[in-house]
């Protein structure tokens, strides 16, 4: 498999990452001073509030992008056995948006949406849910989320299928959910997209029909727009190198 990142919007996704956690700490550390004064309790209440939201959103930030393994390294790792015929691309530019995961097999563009979270996720009714006590939630609030990734992946799919119409380019767009967890246990009913463990993934690509008209001039124009956009991580073309000559003796 080959793998195109882009690691400008890495670094600068690290660095205000840490700047947003400064700020909410500040904005927290700066309450407790602002409420030395009788008069201004309430500020000092609002300050507070806004200080700890702030540098919760900051520490997730710094968890995502700063993380050893991140999101698209474990990506990397579990869908390493593909063929050369799978590229995975990492934070392309899809217009005034950034898309996290995609991966171009020869069926067209599949959007993934990876959560790294552990213990028991649900899915029913059109719902998401994750289980455990009000204590294991409030210790996880600085951590990896679960969110909606329906509505992540559908918000992916819309952007992509836009920047293809704009681009005049006939590709097909599919979404998959990924948890990357290896503590992770799934009880999914009727999803929306496929939901599956990270190492489930491979074999689950590898079914996926090809699409014949799908060309490979296509998938390189597809694949030079996407690594378009800042400084980016991408294999590098193989070079053939020369044998020696060995000369007979006269």
């Excluded at 001073?33 to 507070?48: E, G, S, T």
């Excluded at 679960?146 to 819309?158: Q, R, S, V, W, Y």
């Excluded at 999914?188 to 799908?214: C, K, S």
């Amino acid at each position: 498999m080959r793998t195109i990142r882009h690691t400008s919007y890495v670094q600068q996704q690290k660095r205000l990452s840490r700047w947003v956690a400064f700020f909410g700490f500040a904005l927290l550390t700066g309450s407790l001073w602002i409420a030395l004064n009788p008069d201004l309790l309430i500020p000092a209440y609002i300050a507070m509030f806004a200080g700890f939201v702030i540098f919760n959103m900051g520490m997730q930030r710094v968890g995502k992008w700063s993380r050893n393994p991140r999101n698209d390294q474990l990506l990397d790792r579990q869908l390493a056995k593909l063929g050369d015929r799978y590229t995975l691309v990492h934070y392309p530019n899809i217009g005034n948006h950034r898309t996290e995961h995609l991966l171009v097999y020869p069926g067209g563009i599949l959007v993934l949406t990876p959560r790294e979270i552990d213990g028991t996720v649900e899915y029913t009714g059109g719902r998401w849910r994750r289980n455990g006590s009000m204590i294991r939630r409030l210790f996880a609030f600085s951590g990896p989320q679960l969110g909606n990734p329906n509505k992540d992946t559908d918000e992916a799919i819309a952007q992509v299928e836009g920047y293809l119409g704009e681009k005049q380019l006939e590709i097909d767009v599919n979404g998959l959910v990924v948890f990357v967890h290896p503590m992770v246990q799934l009880e999914v009913e009727e999803p929306e997209y496929p939901v599956l463990h990270g190492e489930e993934v491979p074999t689950f690509i590898q079914q996926l029909p090809a699409d014949e008209t799908f060309t490979t001039e296509e998938r390189d124009e597809l694949l030079a727009l996407l690594g378009e956009g800042g400084e980016v991580e991408a294999p590098q073309a193989a070079t053939t190198r020369r044998r020696p000559v060995k000369r007979r003796a006269a």
